[in-house]
């Protein structure tokens, strides 16, 4: 049994063993030409000895390269996988500081800070409220956190409330919990734009909700948001003061101050139209 196993591995490596012409034989061993390590080995299986192939140095090495060519591939679709169920806008997932324009330098060496430091965060369950005037960058920034540590295979989602408020009306009670758990559970959870969603008490009380059960599960939260910092302070609506409290406990606010991204492509637009339409 045991020698038939062998047997049958001896077969498989002399079938991936193609010889070359260089290949010559030493003390009746097949050697290499190229690498001069031998082709065939001799062991001893039951007192009988037999004469088998194996790998040189040159067919290892190739080997351990397909592998990790192999590996790469696998891990590379792992991170797409994940990036997909992570950031449902797809725009989003080139949103890397590799591409970043530059545009925003103070906020984005606080993301990158954010990332570097990212086993301490996540242990000492700190989060990030990105807040400023519109266009200035939160959203990149937050989207720039987010696809550096899927990199790393760190489970993040980044979504808004008016998408978990649009799931959650299509959802009935069970099917609801367990979409509030599944987006509270993941390692580091983004929510883009908070204040954006429409203002009801329905509303209020999903953002209420998902809030809560995020510090429950005390782990970190990191929030956009064109809501001033003195209004989360002191909000002049009592009805958002809980929400607002606890976003204060759960976050360190971070203050965007860029010029506006959408202001200035349309500058940007502009110029060019005028220059467009002054020609000959
Ligand atoms: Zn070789």
Redesign the pocket.
């Known amino acids: 049994m045991f020698t038939e196993i062998l047997g049958n591995a001896a077969l498989r490596c002399a079938e991936n063993n193609s010889g070359n012409e260089s290949d010559y034989v030493k003390d009746g061993l097949i050697y290499?030409g190229?690498?001069d390590?031998p082709?065939q080995v001799r062991i001893k299986v039951f007192g009988k000895t037999m004469t088998v192939f194996c790998d040189?140095?040159?067919?290892h090495k190739e080997y351990t390269h397909q592998q990790n060519i192999l590996h790469e591939q696998e891990k590379s679709l792992a991170v797409s996988n994940l990036r997909n169920s992570a950031i449902p806008n797809r725009t989003m997932h080139s949103w890397t500081f590799d591409n970043d324009n530059g545009s925003t330098p103070k906020l984005i060496s606080t993301a990158k800070r954010y990332v570097n430091g990212w086993e301490e965060m996540r242990a000492k369950n700190i989060g990030l409220c990105l807040f400023g005037n519109v266009g200035t960058g939160k959203t990149y920034a937050a989207a720039c956190i987010a696809n550096a540590l899927i990199d790393r295979g760190i489970r993040v989602v980044m979504t808004d409330f008016s998408r978990v408020i649009n799931a959650m009306q299509s959802f009935d009670t069970k099917d609801k919990n367990g979409y509030i758990d599944d987006i509270c559970s993941c390692d580091l959870l983004i929510l883009d734009d908070l204040g954006a969603e429409r203002q009801s008490e329905y509303a209020l009380q999903i953002c209420e909700q998902v809030i809560d059960e995020r510090a429950k599960n005390k782990k970190p939260l990191i929030l956009t948001t064109n809501i001033p910092l003195e209004t989360i302070k002191n909000p002049p609506d009592m009805k958002y003061a809980r929400m607002y409290s606890r976003i204060l406990e759960m976050t360190v606010p971070v203050q965007s101050s860029g010029t506006d991204k959408r202001r200035r492509t349309h500058e940007d637009n502009m110029k060019w139209a005028k220059e467009y339409f002054s020609g000959p």
């Open positions: 290499c190229l690498c390590t082709k040189c140095h040159c067919q």
